[in-house]
C-alpha cells in the first residue's frame, strides 16, 4: 500500500520556465510534508516543508502547495535552471515531531537549455 | 557547521555476514533516523532514535537493528546478510524542539553490496 505516490515517473522542462511536480497521499493523518532532491549516489538535499496548517509555503525559486481536501501537494520550481535536473522525492510524517517519513518513489526532472 | 557524516561510504560484505554503519548527526541534532533505498522498494523507514531509544521502527526484519550513544551518534547493524540488502543506507538527523515539526537532514550515505 503505497501512501504516498509520484505518478509521474520523469518530467522535463525548458530552462527559465516553470517546473510542477506533483505528489498524492492517501493517509489522512500526515500533518507535515517535505520535498527532497536528489543526485544519484548521494543522499537527499531538503529543498522545503509545508505543515498542514498551512496551504502554502515559499523559499525563494522553490514553492509548496498543499491541499488538504485532494490529499495533493506540488512544488513549483520558478525559474526553471540546468542544476535543478535531479530526482524529487516528495515525503510524509504521520507523527508530530517524529522523523518517521514515508517517501514517494520520485520524479526526475530534466532542465533543458 | 558540519552536516551528516556517515562512514564507511562504500562496503562490500558476503552472504551471512554481519554488518555495522556508523552516522554523526549534525551538532545539536537528537534525532537519528535510518533509511534504506533500493531501486525497486524506494526510500523506506528503518527505524529512529532520540536520546538513545528507539521511538520508531518500520517493518524489517529483527535483523536490523540500531542504537544511538549519549553523543547521538548512532549505528545500524545488519546480521547474516542477504543479497537483497544490497542497497544505499541513509542516515538522517532532525532537531527536535518539542513544539514544531523539524526537517530531516541526510547524510551521503553508506553503499552496502552483499555477494
Known amino acids: 500500500d503505497q501512501q504516498v505516490k509520484q505518478n509521474s515517473p520523469s518530467l522535463s522542462v525548458q530552462e527559465g520556465r516553470i517546473s510542477i511536480l506533483n505528489c498524492d497521499y492517501t493517509n489522512s493523518m500526515f500533518d507535515y510534508f517535505l520535498w527532497y532532491k536528489k543526485y544519484p549516489a548521494e543522499g537527499p538535499t531538503f529543498l522545503i516543508s509545508?505543515?498542514?496548517?498551512?496551504d502554502k509555503n515559499e523559499d525563494g525559486r522553490f514553492t509548496v502547495f498543499l491541499n488538504k481536501s485532494a490529499k495533493h501537494l506540488s512544488l513549483h520550481i520558478v525559474p526553471s535552471q540546468p542544476g535543478d535536473s535531479a530526482v524529487y522525492f516528495c515525503a510524509a510524517s504521520a507523527q508530530w515531531g517524529a522523523q518517521k517519513l514515508v517517501f514517494g518513489q520520485g520524479t526526475r526532472l530534466t532542465i533543458n537549455p | 557547521k558540519a552536516g551528516v557524516t556517515q562512514t564507511p561510504r562504500y562496503l562490500i560484505k558476503t552472504r551471512g555476514q554481519q554488518v555495522t554503519l556508523s552516522c554523526s548527526p549534525i551538532?545539536?541534532?537528537?534525532?537519528v533516523s535510518w533509511y534504506q533505498q533500493t531501486p525497486g522498494q524506494g526510500l523506506q523507514f528503518l527505524f529512529e532514535y532520540f536520546s538513545e531509544t528507539q521511538r520508531n521502527k518500520g517493518n524489517f526484519p529483527g535483523r536490523f537493528s540500531g542504537r544511538q550513544f549519549s553523543n547521538s551518534r548512532s549505528e545500524m547493524n545488519v546480521s547474516t546478510l542477504e543479497l537483497g540488502d544490497s542497497a544505499l543506507y541513509l542516515c538522517a538527523s532532525s532537531l527536535f524542539t518539542g513544539d514544531t515539526n523539524t526537517e530531516a537532514f541526510f547524510g551521503q550515505g553508506t553503499r552496502l553490496t552483499v555477494v
Open positions: 551538532s545539536g541534532h537528537r534525532s
Open positions: 509545508i505543515s498542514s496548517i498551512k
